[in-house]
């Protein structure tokens, strides 16, 4: 008995059950896209997320009100904290002069650009920054230049944009120097960002920069979320100290007492992808969790076709015991047709986790990463459904007695 002749009964037990056949796949397929849906999830967000962590450089952190990155019943933790006022932080910047340099902005979502007949969709953020904004933050200027601590302090109405906002307000004509309108307000054009491609699906080049003074005078009625701090140390082993000093100077200023907790977050590269590692070993534990229950299901369904199998050719079983067939032989056969069926069903699976995958990928603008790791592991599991879901059936197969399988009508 060779394995491709166990194969090829398999999927002639396919067509004579095909309907309960077809529902036990499914139930296997939808076990292996779960697993392979949530790995290749988990990863394409990964290699996004890590990419702008990177982009961000490894001596900056974050200070904010709550964290980036928070699930599960944590949020009640943080809703009642106080926003970090802009007061607070132009206090900040000012004690951790000559400590590390020290960027104040504020986002709001939802705007449209305009320039005469031009406008972009409802989809541009505004943000408002100051002077050490673009070094901070590692933006680059591709043309033009960046506003400086003058044009901050005077309010003066100008604005860095991003290369959406460059293709669709100028249509190929150089921008700078020339007037767009965010909200009511007319802003010259001094610069433009290098374009940043996008992040969870959110075009990164939809911006326009302002100076942060101008920001909270005009959009005061958006000016109603905690600022952020970013600060960036001097050196990668200056780090750790200016960390320590930006909490001390934002406890000092937040009057909090020596015993009670800290009512904002600093966030490293490191604690930010802690969080995020919580949030996709979750993810990838919800995913793997769903599919093997599917997958118990479909391991009774084939349990349950193999038995049927083995009662529809008990006749033929008898003859080949009859003629000198092993019964490990035919324990081999009825294992090899379980696993066979698993793995077809494994297969449909991981095509459309992999396709799903790839979906994902496209709905955020990057690269879709399929987890191996998982492609791998489904193939095992599969592999092991059918070891333990067809053992029964064909040890029944192999213990027929051949005078009595050979009377059975």
């Known amino acids: 008995m060779n394995i ?4 090829i009964q398999a999927l002639q037990s396919i067509k004579a059950n095909t309907l309960r056949t077809v529902l036990t796949l499914l139930s296997i397929s939808i076990g292996i896209f779960a697993i392979i849906g949530a790995g290749t999830a988990v990863s394409t967000l990964e290699g996004s997320f890590n990419t702008q962590l990177v982009a961000m450089g490894q001596n900056t952190f974050m200070i904010k009100r709550t964290p980036s990155v928070n699930f599960g019943n944590s949020w009640r ?13 132009k206090d900040f910047k000012y004690q951790m002069e000559g400590i590390s340099l020290v960027s104040l902005h504020n986002e709001t979502d939802g705007y449209t650009a305009k320039r005469n007949n031009f406008f972009t969709d409802p989809v541009v953020t ?38 959406d906002l460059v293709v669709q307000l100028f249509n190929g004509e150089n921008p700078i120097g020339q007037f767009i309108t965010l909200k009511t307000q007319q802003f010259q054009v001094i610069g433009t960002l290098k374009s940043q491609g996008s992040m969870f699906g959110r075009s990164l080049d939809a911006q326009a920069v302002i100076p942060l003074t101008v920001f909270s005078r005009y959009h005061s009625d958006e000016w109603t979320s905690s600022v952020e701090i970013t600060t960036k140390a001097y050196s990668k082993e200056q780090l750790a100290e200016a960390v320590d000093e930006s909490i001390g100077v934002m406890r000092s200023l937040r009057n909090l007492k020596p015993w ?98 790839q979906g994902l990928g496209a709905l955020i603008n990057t690269e879709a990463a399929i987890p191996v790791n998982w492609v791998i592991f489904s193939i095992v599991i599969c592999t092991l459904m059918g070891l333990a879901f067809g053992s029964y059936p064909a040890w029944k197969a192999a213990s027929l007695d051949p005078i009595e399988a050979l009377r059975y009508e």
């Open 126 to 163: 505004l943000i408002g920054a100051d002077e050490n904004f673009f070094v901070v933050k590692n933006f680059v200027i591709e043309t033009g230049r960046a506003f400086g601590m003058s044009e901050v302090s005077s309010s003066a109405p100008v604005v860095i944009i991003g290369n």
């Open 260 to 357: 009670e907790d800290n009512t904002f977050e600093v966030e490293t590269n490191e604690s930010v992808s802690s969080q995020f590692a919580s949030f996709s070993n979750y993810l990838q534990v919800f995913g793997l969790g769903s599919g093997l229950i599917s997958l118990l299901a479909a391991g009774v369904g084939i349990m349950n076709i193999m038995l049927v199998s083995v009662k529809e050719r008990t006749k033929e079983i008898g003859i080949r015991k009859a003629i000198g067939a092993k019964r490990k032989w035919i324990l081999f056969q009825f294992i090899i047709e379980a696993i066979t069926l698993c793995q077809l069903g494994g297969l449909i699976g991981i095509f459309f986790g992999v396709l799903a995958g």
């Open 4 to 7: 491709l002749e166990s194969i």
């Open 77 to 89: 933790k943080y809703r009642n904290r106080k926003d970090i006022t802009y007061q607070q932080a």
